[in-house]
């Protein structure tokens, strides 16, 4: 279902919180079909993201080390999406 989120478990350094919120939110736009946020959406769909994305830094905790690497770089890790990423903050 979610094919656009990746693996982070595994990750070398691990997978850092804004990776785990970011898949975290694609899961739950994902799911809910929301992709702009309005009045009646935004309170429920942070609350979720943020729910998801904390259970989701304890699983990986929990679980053994890989023992290998997945197979993709996750988006925030990649030179022209952090690029992006940037000039969005900034301007």
Avoid: W
């Amino acid at each position: 279902m979610c094919r656009n989120i990746t693996t982070l478990r595994g990750l070398e350094p691990h997978a850092t919180d804004t990776e785990i919120e970011a898949a975290a939110r694609q899961y739950v736009r994902k799911v809910t079909g929301v992709q702009q946020l309005s009045d009646a959406t935004r309170e429920p769909f942070e609350r979720a993201v943020a729910e998801i994305a904390h259970i989701t830094a304890h699983l990986l905790d929990d679980l053994p080390e890989r023992r290998r690497p997945p197979a993709t770089v996750p988006p925030l890790r990649r030179p022209e999406v952090a690029a992006r990423v940037a000039a969005r903050e900034a301007g």
